[in-house]
């Protein structure tokens, strides 16, 4: 099944992705952080299955909530909570922060918060692949919503139209920012949306992350042999709020999803899920957990230690980067 | 308080606007991404949906394109749609219909249709939102065709340029800024229009013309109380409308005080400045006793960081020195 390293590696990596951003809270409430952070919380068993998945090599391409997808696909803890307290060593140079994260060094090409708007991006991360016959795979991470835009229909039909090798990954957490799915889509029913345009299609758990890892392993095999591309819808949700802590309204705390339907998927926490399935397995114990989950914490500490230490870019430097000169 | 002197906040004279054309014309409706969420619209749609329901007050999908397509398709076939983008960033998606389709229409037609459409489009800047939430586009609505845009930068203005908006019968781009909507001021209870394409005076003055527009409108009047006290007498003209400018109003003004500084918030080239500082050229170009000066966003994408933010917008003290580097 699955080896003892991997699910240390997917257990660790999950921790990393919920340890970073619980580490913001705090500071996005007492105003440190002003940025606009969409926390990541409580969907990590999707970038991270997905991640399992992929080699060095592979495009993957996010959106405005990709703290998750930059850290398993190869970007630096410390790049981005530099980035997101706009410092000079952030991983975009303090210039995009939190909704900008990017590691292109190590195949992430890059995050933007224009909902849709870099499905087409990876589509063409594909194309490129697909020209030069590198057996390279792309991954668009992007939301439900992000399926009202129709440059979503554009890239899946063209991507099926060139056999390009592309793992369309929704994150279907039910909402976008203040709408909930079946006031934004007349059914709940995003995986069908690849059947007209011939894309194997598959609904998944998104958060069980052995689910979500077989599903990843069997897209990427699809599209590593010329059978892609792949949609594959996971169902999921955010443990925090649209963007910061636990508001879709600015300036008001609350959350508008029913309580209830909160404490349900609350009890749904892929790194809980995980962790009973590791004592279970008997490939930890509940002390090695422990440990690994105190390890992290200091990681992700030290990491808040360098970006706080770091400096901001100079105010001269502002015409930096416009061009590559 | 009596209606005379009642007032109003920004955000609330444009929501008062919306209420009462919308009370007045069933053919009026309020369609965007947003429309319920304070979140993205203010308080601007306040009452709205209460009041006419989802029918006249629809809430969107993320569906910009094909949203501000369908308000030029309602608006062909007899409704006044107003079709809002909480930030103009979105509505970049929608460029299509506003430009090959709405502003080209009546003249495709022969003058046979009209599109009497309001695209909505805040800017929504600052607090390190970077390059694709905070952009200020009005230059490219402004060099199209058959579009009108008007940036309003008072509460007053506010509201009779909305209510304007939607009485034309032309596709006309609203364009408002955040950094606006707690002004207060002045606000009459009845519906009244502000004429499009007319600027308005804010200060007489007699050695300087600061023309400005939005959020800068009063930043300049900051900075021209500012040089008041520096025996500098600045004469401030909120042009309220990009286009069509008010050519008239400002050759009056610069034609008398031979000065001129311009205040935009958009970027420096091939912006809203160049347009104005080419009319300048063009109609008194050798009157003037100094070159011009422009004040606008440099030609760099919005950062995130603090330290560039605080660096990339102008303020009225960037247009203070502006001034006094004519005046010096
Ligand atoms: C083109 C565009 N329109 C609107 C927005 C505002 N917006 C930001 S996030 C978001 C919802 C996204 O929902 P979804 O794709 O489901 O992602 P989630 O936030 O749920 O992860 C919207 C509408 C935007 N960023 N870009
Ligand atoms: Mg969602």
Redesign the pocket.
């Known amino acids: 099944m699955y080896s003892k390293h991997l699910l240390k590696k997917m257990y660790t990596d999950m921790l990393v992705i919920r340890y970073a951003e619980e580490i913001l809270v705090e500071p996005i409430i007492k105003g440190e952080v002003k940025c606009p952070v ?1 926390l990541y919380s409580g969907q990590e068993a999707v970038a991270v299955g997905i991640g399992a998945v992929l080699a060095r090599k592979d495009y993957v391409f996010g ?3 990709s703290h998750g997808h930059y850290l398993v696909h190869g970007g630096t803890l410390k790049g981005l909570i530099a980035e997101i307290y706009g410092k000079e060593t952030g991983c975009a140079k303090g210039r995009g922060g939190s909704m900008h994260v990017c590691a292109p060094e190590a195949g992430f090409l890059g995050a933007a ?5 870099t499905i087409a991006l990876a589509t063409g991360a594909a194309l490129a692949a697909s020209i030069r016959k590198d057996g390279r795979i792309a991954v668009s991470f ?5 399926t009202g ?1 129709g440059t979503f229909y554009e890239s899946l039909n063209f991507a099926s139209l060139r056999k390009l090798p592309i793992i369309f990954v929704c ?1 279907n ?1 039910l ?3 203040h709408m909930p799915l079946q006031d934004c889509r007349a059914a709940n029913n995003i995986v069908a949306t690849g059947k007209p345009f011939c894309i194997p299609s598959f609904r998944e758990d998104g958060n069980d992350v052995l689910k979500v890892y077989d599903l990843a392993a069997k897209a990427a095999a699809l599209c590593r042999a010329g059978k892609g591309p792949v949609l594959l819808e996971f169902m999921t949700y ?1 443990m925090r709020g ?1 963007v910061g802590p636990d508001d879709n309204v600015q300036g008001c705390r609350t959350d508008i999803r029913p309580a209830r339907e909160v404490a349900i998927w609350k009890g749904k926490d892929p790194i809980e899920a995980l962790e009973k399935y590791l004592l279970r397995r008997k490939i930890y114990r509940l002390i090695e957990l422990k440990q690994t989950r105190s390890s992290v914490a200091r990681t992700v500490k030290e990491a808040m230690e360098f970006a706080s230490d770091s400096k901001y870019p100079a105010p001269e430097e502002l015409g930096y980067y416009v061009s590559k000169k | 308080m009596s209606a005379k002197n009642r007032i109003l906040q920004y955000s609330l004279a444009i929501n008062e606007a919306l209420h009462q054309m919308m009370s007045r014309d069933k053919s009026v409706f309020l369609i965007g ?1 947003g429309v319920k969420s304070p979140w993205y619209v203010g308080n601007t749609a306040k009452g709205l949906l209460e009041k006419y329901g989802t029918s006249r007050v629809i809430d969107t999908p ?1 569906s ?1 394109n094909g949203i501000t397509g369908a308000a030029v398709g309602a608006a062909l076939a007899g409704m006044r749609p107003v079709v809002v983008h909480p930030r103009m960033d ?1 509505m970049l ?1 929608a460029l299509d219909p506003i430009i090959n389709e709405a502003a080209n229409w009546h003249y495709m037609t022969g003058g046979k249709s009209t599109v009497p459409l309001v695209v909505w489009g805040i800017i929504n800047r600052g607090g390190e939102q970077a390059a694709q939430h905070s952009q200020a586009i009005h230059g490219i609505f402004a060099h199209i065709p058959g579009l009108k845009v008007v940036m309003p930068s008072t509460p007053y203005d506010a509201k009779g340029l909305m209510a304007a908006a939607i009485q034309d019968e032309n596709p006309v781009v609203f364009i408002d800024d955040r950094w606006l909507y707690r002004t207060e001021g002045h606000v009459p209870t009845e519906l009244y229009t502000v004429p499009i394409g007319k600027g308005v005076i804010r200060k007489k003055g007699t050695d300087i013309t600061i023309v400005a527009i939005s959020y800068m409108a009063p930043e300049a009047l900051k900075a021209a109380q500012e040089l008041e006290l520096a025996g500098i007498s600045a004469e401030v003209l909120d042009l309220r409308s990009a286009k069509p400018l008010d050519q008239e109003l400002i050759i009056r003004s610069v034609s008398k005080t031979k000065r001129l500084v311009i205040a935009d918030v958009g970027w420096k080239t091939g912006g809203l400045s160049a347009e104005v500082a080419a009319l300048v050229a063009e109609k008194i170009g050798t009157d003037l006793r100094k070159p011009l000066q422009r004040v606008a966003l440099p030609d760099v994408p919005a950062p995130s960081s603090k330290t560039l933010e605080a660096v990339y917008y102008p303020r009225s003290k960037e247009i203070v020195k502006a001034v006094k580097k004519i005046l010096s």
């Not at chain 1, 918060?113 to 708007?117: K, L, M």
């Not at chain 1, 992007?142 to 992000?146: E, L, P, S, T, V």
Request: proline share 4%; no cysteine.
């Open positions: 969409h959106n405005h909530r918060p224009i909902v849709a708007g992007f939301g439900d919503g992000a835009e994150e957490n909402y976008a920012t955010r649209h | 991404q993320v910009e979105f998606y």
